[in-house]
Nanobody
């Protein structure tokens, strides 16, 4: 079983920054893709950013100029640097790992941006 642990959420004023982290206790995994999703109550979960095994990244248009996704050298932890945060970024953020075509999810971390 692969368990993901997220950290770094919280409250910030508009224009501020937060950095989310996601790690797993399992080692020597080939993780095909790591990503961050977010969900607002009553809405569908949406992809914010992802990074593939080869290092290529994908970011949602709404965050492209403000957020950066990265990973560690072992390629088993993923980070989301969020700058210039806006109230509309308020959501629960989930990390996601795809391993052998199976999805694994973290428990979610709340990000609240006040105006």
């Amino acid at each position: 079983q692969v368990q993901l642990t997220e950290s770094g959420g919280g409250w910030v004023q508009a224009g501020g920054s937060l950095r989310l982290s996601c790690t797993t206790s399992r080692t020597a995994l080939r993780i095909d893709r790591m990503g961050w999703y977010r969900q607002v109550a009553g809405q569908q979960r949406e992809l914010v950013a992802s990074i593939n095994f080869d290092g290529s990244t994908n970011l949602a248009d709404s965050v492209k100029d403000r957020f950066t996704i990265s990973r560690n050298k072992l390629r088993d932890s993923v980070y989301l640097q969020m700058n210039s945060l806006k109230p509309e970024d308020t959501a629960v953020y989930y990390c996601n790992y795809v391993i052998l075509r199976r999805d694994y999810w973290g428990q979610g971390t709340q990000v609240t941006v006040s105006s």
